[in-house]
């Protein structure tokens, strides 16, 4: 694993979590209780969501480091999970949740000895498939919040903002336009 090791995921995520802080920075508070839908979560919802979420992996793989996902607590897990992003906070309290969060999970993910990420890890009777690597598992908090992320930038858009990834690429195309024709 020496080509993407855990200083690599640790790397991965931080860019990630670092955009979806400044999404959560553009949104005003004021729309923090924006819901696309009555189904969905808020978008202070979401954001404890990407925060909290991280917690999970961290235990299982890095402190734990569990061979097998039987006897986890799934229901319980869940359960705590949605009360914590049922739990009123304001904006400044989610930013520094997903600030402290994501600092706590990318530590973690770079005290990892780089074999661990070979590790098979065994899911209970009838999950396929059967089992995956520790790697693969711990690509997945990075897919997670880029998925949720994907969801901010469509509510973005509905709130009247562009997303900070769509203008950056609009600078760029325009100054590649401006210096062809300065050339």
Do not use: C, W
Not at 101 to 123: I, K, Q, R, W, Y
Not at 158 to 180: D, F, S, V, W, Y
């Amino acid at each position: 694993m020496t080509y993407y090791g855990p200083k690599q995921l640790s790397e991965a995520f931080r860019t990630v979590r670092k955009n979806t802080i400044q999404i959560a920075e553009e949104i005003p508070e004021a729309h923090y209780g924006f819901r696309a839908t009555p189904e969905t979560r808020s978008v202070a919802e979401t954001l404890v969501h990407l925060a909290v979420t991280t917690r999970f992996p961290q235990q299982v793989h890095i402190v734990e480091r569990r061979s097998t996902m039987e006897g986890v607590d799934f229901v319980s897990l869940f359960a705590k999970m949605s009360a914590d992003e049922k739990a009123p906070r304001s904006k400044s309290e989610i930013l520094e949740l997903l600030r402290t969060e994501g600092e706590n999970f990318t530590a973690a993910l770079e005290s990892m000895p780089e074999e661990a990420l070979a590790d098979h890890v065994h899911f209970p009777q009838g999950m396929v498939p059967p089992t995956k690597t520790r790697f693969e598992m711990l690509l997945g908090p990075k897919e997670h919040e880029m998925h949720h992320r994907a969801q901010l930038m469509v509510v973005e858009r509905m709130l009247g903002i562009t997303p900070h990834l769509t203008r950056q690429m609009q600078e760029r195309m325009a100054a590649m336009k401006t210096a062809k024709a300065g050339a």
